[in-house]
T-cell receptor, first 110, second 116 residues
């Protein structure tokens, strides 16, 4: 079983839709959770960082961590064509070793 | 957020030559940097963990004599692809964790290597 599972998609939504991206994990010791956005031929850009459980909101983005279910989510409200990218989840126990999802490819159609 | 700069962003070289890629943390000190390789439409593949002042830790299957990593200061790590061959063509990305940080990991812009 992989440490982190993420549906690769692809996911296509119309502009303005709410997008839900998810990852599940197996290691209950993970306590650092991150979401990255990666445009084609670019390095990943840190979007959201959460320590332990709970929700975090930043503009149109909301990250949720449910440690009891070992499940994290990223919600994008009022999605824009510029949100079209691959979204990677990442997790770590202590910040020394990081585990990544395979990435979900998102296309927002104007 | 913190900035990690990677250079060059694009390099083309002849087979048999060596190529050096630099990774710098611009506004923070990074005791640990990571080097990844990414193939088209695939996720990141960790190659090695670079620790300042000590030898890098390589992942299984990654040749340490082929991919030389040096982390000589708290803000700079380099990856040298030695005697490059066309199969080494790939997108190489570094990331850095702030020494006094809270576990966030920041990535460079990536370096696309093409070996002719």
């Amino acid at each position: 079983q992989k440490e982190v599972e993420q549906d690769p998609g692809p996911l296509s939504v119309p502009e303005g839709a709410i997008v839900s991206l998810n990852c599940t994990y197996s290691n209950s010791a993970f306590q650092y959770f991150m979401w990255y956005r990666q445009y084609s031929r670019k390095g990943p850009e840190l979007l959201m960082y959460t320590y332990s459980s709970g929700n975090k909101e930043d503009g149109r983005f909301t990250a949720q961590v449910d440690k009891s279910s070992k499940y994290i989510s990223l919600f994008i409200r009022d999605s824009q064509p510029s949100d079209s990218a691959t979204y990677l989840c990442a997790m770590s126990v202590s910040g020394n070793q990081f585990y990544f999802g395979t990435g979900t490819s998102l296309t927002v159609i104007p | 957020g913190a900035v990690v700069s990677q250079h060059p962003s694009w390099v083309i070289c002849k087979s048999g030559t060596s190529v050096k890629i630099e990774c710098r943390s611009l506004d923070f000190q990074a005791t640990t940097m990571f080097w990844y390789r990414q193939f088209p439409k695939q996720s990141l593949m960790l190659m090695a963990t670079s620790n300042e002042g000590s030898k890098a830790t390589y992942e299984q299957g990654v040749e340490k004599d082929k991919f030389l990593i040096n982390h000589a200061s708290l803000t700079l790590s380099t990856l040298t692809v030695t005697s490059a061959h066309p199969e080494d063509s790939s997108f190489y990305i570094c990331s850095a964790r702030e020494a006094q940080g809270n576990g966030e990991l920041f990535f460079g812009e990536g370096s696309r290597l093409t070996v002719l």
